[in-house]
Structures are given as structure tokens and as C-alpha cells.
């Protein structure tokens, strides 16, 4: 398959006098993408996923409203805009347009409309589930510290139920732990429970487990040399939207830790787009926003191009919106006092062009119509350029929840990570510690009622009380002991997660 050494992403022809082509080898320098609901991002999105697909570069984004899953086929004659999108490639001088479908992987973090995503616990890391559990910097050093001692005592972190019981072992020993580690305060504990328990009950617990995700899966390519375009199913994960952010930046994270050096490739090794990035930085710590600052920065060199996609250019702090040289602007509403200033600062961030007032420009600009800025061979961007964006040859809408479950069920990925995995880690290695304590530990007490019952040969009333309680299993009395310890209902629900586990016979 030939590659090409850029992309065609719109413009010349009738007032559109420069044809708009984005180069392979920067757009690793990443991008941005912005415009108000309903002026065409989402078109934009889906016709660079299918360029960088057939240039032969995987591509990974997330499918907010459900409509990006129409990359997987063929646009049609039938649909309503077959006329529309024709003229539009003919105004632009787009001589080879055709339809086309593209290789496609569905993923969802739930499971339900794609193949599962999971990571662990352990690789999401403190700062992450910091960040995605909303804590406070005192609660936050609890969760170091939690993570801190899972590595000096040997134990995994890898599903919710790790972190819950390993809090509760940090808990229960906060006495001893004060010197070393700090300390850890009952009341910071609780709350972090409180918030664990509440993303559980948002479904997280699907994402934290095994098999976590092999990055090399996002990065494959079909057999005619195609990049693979792997789209996550997001427009159910958008009802807990902090869980889409910390999801979609441990991805970004995770690649930034493990691809080696590649310099300046000649086109990119994956190119990832973060759509509703403005959900990433809202209310952000200045510790998470330095990190997207700093993934931005250097991600490049791995061969990883980062395009972020919101509605107005101030929802990306200026650090991070600094490092996007292929920008694409669509229109832009300005009725409100921030509506204005977000105008003139998207405005000013373009390089000018002396033919076209770039702030009285994008007001006016038409659904599917762009102000652009591309880097040139020189990573320097170019001038401003108003740009008729070329017509997706994909379909443009969704796909049907059939044809979605067929190409699902065709996947190279199908069976890989669609069931959990559960083996021993810090949860049942606690589960067992706490176990063996409760059977080895015998009073004093019941020591002298049985050496009483074996002198008299009788048994007092006493002593059978005292056998009878020494009866229980080792799940009751590893309930009864964590009960007592712990004492609040979060400690009973671990409680009773031990106790099934120790039934099933984990």
C-alpha cells in the first residue's frame, strides 16, 4: 500500500483558494479541533480518522454521541445527503471521492457495546484515582500511603475490592504504620471508601481487573496495511464523565510510560483524539494539568499524535493548548460576555492571514466549514485559511445495533478480554492473613475450661458456650473479626465479599 505524506483535509475552489493538507510527519505535533455543537466537528473527526487510517496510522477516539460507529461502513446512495456531499466534493476539487468502510475495533469500558477496557488498579496509580475520586490532598496521602505499603508488603493491586480491603489493613493498623508512613486519619479512610463505593455502584469496578489492556492492541493494523480505528463506546461512560476523563488519561499515560523514543517518524505510530477535553481540566489539580502538559510535550517523540476536541479554545489550559499545531476552527457562538473572550482568544491564536479578519470570520462560518492553521515541513504553522472540509466517505450516522454485535463478534479481539480474571492479590491474601490469625489465637479463657472439662470429666455451661462459639468457620470468624475492628457498613460490605469469596472457595 502506498503511503502518502499528507492528508487532504479540505478548501480550494470557489473562494477556498489553497487546498488544506495536513502533513504525516507533524502531526505527531499534535492538534485541535473546536466549534460550537452542530458546526461539524464531529464530521471533521470521523474524515481525519479515515485519512490517518489509510495513510496506514492507527487511530484511537472515543464516540461521545454514538455517531463516529458509522466509520465501519460504506456511505450509501440512499442516505439524504448523497447529493450534498458529492457537490461539496466537486466544489473542492476532491476528483477521487468515493465511498469507502475502514477497519474498525469497538471497545466499552462496560463491555456492552464493545470489548471490554480494563486496567489495574496498580497502573492507574494514586494520582489518577486521586484525581478521578475528587480527594482532598489529606486523603490523597492516604491513598499513597495505601499504595505504598501494598509495595512493601508484596501485595497486587489490581480490581476495586484490592483497594478497598487494603485501606481497611491500613485502617486497622494506622498505630504502627504512623512512624514510617504518617499519619492516617479514620476520617480521610471513610471517605475514601464512601467515594470507592459510589464509583462501584457507577459500574467502575468493570474497568479495574484483568486482563487489563495491551496497548499493542490499539496499534494494529488490517491486512491491506490500513490503520486499525478503534473507537470507544462513550455515550454511556459520559454519565460519569470524570470517569471518561481519568479513563481516556490513563490510556494517553500508559502510552507516554511504555513506547520507546522514535525521534521524528515519518507518519505517526498512533494518533489519538480526546474528545470533550474540556471534562479533563475542569476543576483540575495544578499536579494532573502538569502532567497533560508534560505527556504533551514530550508524547511526540514517541510517535503518538494527541488531537483534543472541545466546543470553545479556553477550555484547554494554555500550557497544554500551546503544544496543538494543527488547529481547526469551527464556528463559534459570541452572545455572552465569555462567549466574546473566547472568540478573540481563538481568534489570536491563529497565525494572520492579511486577507481575512480571522474574529469576524469564525461567527460566519458554515456547518462543515473550518478556519485552519497546518504545520509546514518546518513545524511552523501556516496562515490562517478559511477551509470547506471534504465529505467523509464513510457513513455518516451510526451503524445499526446488529451490524455493531457482527463486526464485534468478527474482531481479532473477540474472546481476548471479554472475561475476568481474578487471581490472588491483596484482597485475598489479607482475606487469608486475617484468617489464619482467627484460627491460631485461642483465649486463655477456653484453654482453662477445657483442661477443667478434661479433670471433672464433665463440661459446665460455660465451657460448651465457649466450644460452641469456637465452632465457627473461618469465614464467620474472619466476619466477626473484621466487624469488630472496622465497625462501620463499609467494613460490613467488605465483610461480606470475604465471606462469599471464602464459600466459593477462592
Not at 443 to 467: F, K, L, N
Amino acid at each position: 500500500m502506498t503511503q502518502s505524506a499528507e492528508i487532504f483535509i479540505g478548501g480550494a475552489g470557489d473562494g477556498y483558494r489553497i487546498a488544506q493538507h495536513m502533513r504525516l510527519d507533524q502531526a505527531n505535533r499534535h492538534g485541535f479541533v473546536s466549534g460550537a455543537t452542530g458546526t461539524g466537528k464531529t464530521v471533521t473527526l470521523q474524515i481525519l480518522a479515515e485519512s490517518f487510517s489509510r495513510a496506514g496510522v492507527p487511530v484511537f477516539l472515543a464516540d461521545v454521541k454514538g455517531d463516529l460507529s458509522g466509520l465501519a461502513r460504506a456511505g450509501s446512495a440512499e442516505h439524504r445527503l448523497h447529493e450534498k456531499l458529492f457537490q461539496r466534493a466537486a466544489t473542492i476539487g476532491f476528483s477521487d471521492y468515493a465511498y469507502d468502510s475502514f477497519p474498525v475495533t469497538f471497545w466499552d469500558v462496560f463491555g456492552k457495546s464493545g470489548h471490554p477496557i480494563r486496567a489495574t488498579v496498580t497502573e492507574m496509580g494514586p494520582l489518577l484515582l486521586s484525581r478521578l475520586l475528587d480527594l482532598s490532598e489529606a486523603q490523597e496521602g492516604v491513598i499513597n500511603i495505601a499504595f505504598r505499603l501494598a509495595d512493601d508488603q508484596g501485595l497486587l493491586l489490581l480490581d476495586l475490592k484490592d483497594l478497598q480491603a487494603m485501606l481497611t489493613h491500613v485502617g486497622d493498623n494506622a498505630s504502627k504504620l504512623r512512624l514510617r508512613y504518617g499519619t492516617i486519619s479514620p476520617a480521610s479512610i471513610g471517605a475514601i471508601q464512601r467515594r470507592l463505593l459510589v464509583l462501584e455502584n457507577q459500574g467502575a469496578a468493570d474497568f479495574f481487573g484483568e486482563p487489563a489492556l495491551a496497548l499493542g492492541d490499539l496499534m494494529r493494523r488490517a491486512p491491506d496495511g490500513r490503520g486499525m480505528i478503534n473507537i470507544l463506546a462513550a455515550d454511556a461512560l459520559m454519565s460519569s464523565p470524570r470517569l471518561y476523563a481519568t479513563v481516556l488519561l490513563w490510556i494517553l499515560s500508559e502510552l507516554f510510560e511504555t513506547l520507546p523514543e522514535r525521534g521524528d517518524p515519518e507518519r505517526p505510530e498512533l494518533v489519538f483524539f480526546f474528545d470533550e477535553a474540556h471534562l479533563l481540566f475542569d476543576d483540575a489539580p495544578s499536579a494532573l494539568v502538569e502532567k497533560v502538559e508534560q505527556v504533551a510535550r514530550l508524547i511526540r517523540s514517541k510517535g503518538v499524535g494527541v488531537f483534543f476536541v472541545s466546543q470553545q479554545p479556553d477550555d484547554i489550559p494554555e500550557d497544554v493548548l500551546a503544544q496543538l499545531g494543527n488547529r481547526v476552527q469551527h464556528a463559534l457562538r459570541a452572545y455572552t460576555p465569555r462567549e466574546r473572550r473566547a472568540l478573540k482568544a481563538a481568534a489570536e491564536s491563529f497565525r494572520p492571514n492579511p486577507e481575512i479578519d480571522t474574529e469576524a470570520a469564525i461567527p460566519t462560518l458554515g456547518v462543515g466549514e473550518a478556519l485552519t492553521s497546518l504545520l509546514d515541513r518546518k513545524s511552523v504553522p501556516g496562515i490562517v485559511q478559511r477551509t470547506l472540509i471534504r465529505p467523509p466517505s464513510s457513513q455518516i450516522g451510526p451503524i445499526t445495533a446488529a451490524e455493531r454485535r457482527a463486526i464485534i463478534a468478527a474482531s481479532e479481539m473477540a474472546g481476548r478480554y471479554d472475561k475476568a480474571l481474578d487471581r490472588v492479590s491483596a484482597f485475598e491474601t489479607l482475606a487469608g492473613r486475617t484468617a489464619e490469625t482467627a484460627a491460631q489465637e485461642e483465649p486463655q479463657e477456653e484453654r482453662r475450661y477445657r483442661s477443667a472439662r478434661v479433670y471433672t470429666g464433665r463440661e459446665s455451661p460455660r465451657a460448651r458456650s465457649t466450644r460452641r462459639s469456637r465452632t465457627d468457620s473461618i469465614g464467620e470468624t474472619l466476619a466477626k473479626t473484621l466487624i469488630r475492628d472496622a465497625g462501620g457498613p463499609l467494613a460490613r460490605s467488605l465483610v461480606r465479599g470475604v465471606l462469599g469469596s471464602l464459600i466459593r472457595g477462592r
